[in-house]
Each structure stands twice: as C-alpha cells, then as structure tokens.
C-alpha cells in the first residue's frame, strides 16, 4: 500500500510538472499552476486559505507520526 501510495504522488506531481512545463513553452494558451497561485494570492482570504493548506499539508506530512529523536525512554 505505502509503495502504491508513492508512485500515485509520483505521477501526480509528475503530471502536474509536465502540465505546467507545457502551458510555458506553449505561452498565453494554457493557465499554469503560476497564473492559479498569482490569481489566488491576489486578495488576503486566498493568502489565508492558502497558508493554511499548506500548515494543513505539512503537519499531515512531516509532523504526524513523527517521533522527538532526543526523548529519553
């Protein structure tokens, strides 16, 4: 499952790369991932919703779980 998991966001971010690689080389035809940030981050409730999904991302990706290596046992 966890390998299934990894290759799944693999293919995510790869697809999402190659689109935004795409929409540049190709000009003004496409929206890229860029133009959605810039248009998102133009008024401060997209600035907010905006970091708090990414403090949502990161506690759920590097915080849960994680184990403080100096606790003594």
């Known amino acids: 499952m966890h390998t299934t998991s990894l ?3 693999g293919v995510i ?4 790369l190659t689109w935004q690689g795409i ?10 991932l860029s133009d959605l940030l810039r248009g998102l981050t133009r008024n ?9 999904f990414w403090l949502w991302t990161g506690w ?4 849960r779980g994680w184990a403080f ?4 046992p």
């Open 7 to 9: 290759i799944g966001w």
């Open 13 to 16: 971010f790869a697809v999402l």
């Open 23 to 32: 929409g540049l080389a190709r000009g003004s035809d496409w929206v890229v």
């Open 44 to 52: 401060p409730v997209g600035r907010w919703a905006l970091f708090g």
């Open 60 to 63: 759920h990706l590097f915080i």
């Open 69 to 72: 290596f100096l606790r003594t």
